[in-house]
């Protein structure tokens, strides 16, 4: 199983309750806004401690509320890209890529600095300030800083958004590739239908 | 300059940066530790935690000069152990001065830090998390540097208030030439003699000067570090 995700979470009125096992390279994560997608993201990340429920990923639980297991988000070593990029302010876009790449063993290392700048087309960018870069520059950064991190698994939520459309293109091709040749388990969120459906092989919805 | 002072009045000025510069230092590590925790941390007491860091500010200084006293004096419980221990006193000497203040300068600087924490998004550091980073290398790389222009600030807030420094010191040091007689209190040992105006008009305006530098340097620090948003002042 790539996914095995079942939690409930309470915060203040909104209440995320999801279970759902995939074994799909891709899975695609769909539902209204404000339904929680990103709020099951941050679980699987680590980020939040769900109330209730179990977590695991290619068949390592990182969560288990039963047996208290709750992994550290350095630990579990998901390559997450944020809907709000979250480049660090004060690194430069080549600082900011390395950042994880410099925790990752070598050995857990699949893809290189010079791989990810050429696929994302962000070389010319590694002298920037995050400050200067626009909103898909950003994206592409941060997709950059993700997957040098060697993450086992990947959370993507809208990775795609703010792209134009051979930008966009060019990153659903890499993401088809990571998934068919890496076989890394790939989470997507997405708002768009032609995405999901040619990109995910499960998808599942939250609401 | 040497001609305008005396070398007396330039050691009270050198005691008095001595004093302040040795109060911000040794205060620099805990005031931040405390503004971290008032940032951060959510837990019972911590409004109490708020009020005792900021007691200083608001109680009498000659309250908080007894205070040190009870605590630091040589039969106190702290100064008794230092004393006993490791050969340290503190009354009547200018490590007492420095003392007095760091506990009044502590307040103005966990304020300036605890901006600048706040300041720092906690995404960014929950981002550095599933990177790979510890709980405490996403606070050495991404809190630490992110709020570093509110240490700055707080180091010159805590300075400029340590120069000014006078009921505690008087109280807890007392005014000895040479040992505890900083700006302040040799202005105000200037008032007490005939004679003695030049002097502290001279002292006086060294004081202004040193103090107003300071401020303008933390003022310009925060506002570089958080926008406009915040202010020191």
């Avoid at chain 1, 790539?2 to 995939?22: I, K, N, P, T």
């Avoid at chain 1, 950042?99 to 699949?110: C, H, K, S, T, V």
């Avoid at chain 2, 935690?49 to 109680?59: E, F, G, Q, T, W």
Wanted: hydrophobic share 50%; proline share 5%; with cysteine.
């Amino acid at each position: 199983m790539s996914f095995e995700v079942s939690l409930d979470h309470r915060v203040g009125e909104r209440h995320v309750a999801l279970a759902f096992a995939s074994d799909a390279p891709l899975t695609a994560l769909v539902g209204a806004s404000g339904a929680g997608k990103t709020t099951v993201l941050n679980c699987i990340a680590g980020l939040i401690r769900p109330d209730r429920g179990r977590i695991a990923v290619a068949g390592r639980t990182l969560f288990e509320s039963a047996t208290g297991v709750h992994l550290r988000p350095e630990r579990r070593r998901a390559g997450y890209v944020f809907q709000d990029f979250r480049l660090f302010p004060h690194l430069r876009v080549g600082a900011n890529l390395a950042y994880g790449e410099r925790l990752a063993q070598l050995a857990d290392r699949w893809i290189t600095r010079d791989e990810v700048t050429g696929l994302l087309g962000i070389g010319h960018l590694l002298q920037r300030w995050p400050a200067t870069l626009s909103g898909g520059e950003m994206r592409r950064v941060a997709i950059g800083r993700a997957l040098l991190a060697a993450p086992r698994f990947l959370l993507l939520d809208e990775p795609f958004a703010s792209l134009d459309a051979e930008r966009a293109e060019a990153l659903m091709a890499l993401v088809e590739r990571i998934r068919d040749e890496l076989k890394i388990p790939i989470l997507l969120v997405s708002h768009d239908r032609t995405e999901v459906e040619r990109l995910a092989e499960r998808v599942v919805t939250l609401g | 300059m040497s001609g305008w002072l005396t070398p007396d009045e330039w050691s009270i000025v050198a005691l008095s940066l001595k004093v302040s510069v040795v109060a911000v230092v040794l205060t620099l590590p805990l005031a931040y530790a405390l503004a971290w925790v008032l940032a951060r941390r959510r837990f019972p007491g911590v409004i109490l935690l708020d009020a005792l860091v900021h007691l200083p500010l608001v109680v009498p200084p000659v309250v908080t000069g007894w205070l040190l006293l009870l605590l630091f004096g040589r039969n106190g419980p702290i100064g008794g152990w230092l004393e006993a221990q490791l050969g340290i006193t503190l009354v009547f000497r200018w490590t007492g001065a420095a003392l007095a203040a760091a506990v009044m300068a502590l307040p103005l600087m966990v304020r300036a830090m605890r901006l600048s924490i706040e300041a720092v998004d906690r995404r960014l550091v929950d981002a550095a998390r599933t990177l790979g980073a510890s709980r405490w290398r996403a606070f050495v790389t991404i809190t630490l540097p992110l709020s570093a222009p509110g240490i700055a600030a707080a180091a010159m807030l805590g300075f400029a208030r340590s120069l000014g420094e006078f009921g505690a010191t008087i109280t807890f040091a007392s005014n000895i030439a040479g040992q505890t007689r900083t700006l302040p209190l040799a202005i105000y040992s200037g008032l007490q003699v005939p004679g003695g105006e030049a002097l502290v008009t001279r002292l006086s305006l060294i004081s202004i000067a040193l103090s107003l530098a300071a401020l303008v340097v933390s003022e310009l620090l925060v506002r570089r570090s958080a926008g406009s948003r915040a202010h020191v002042l």
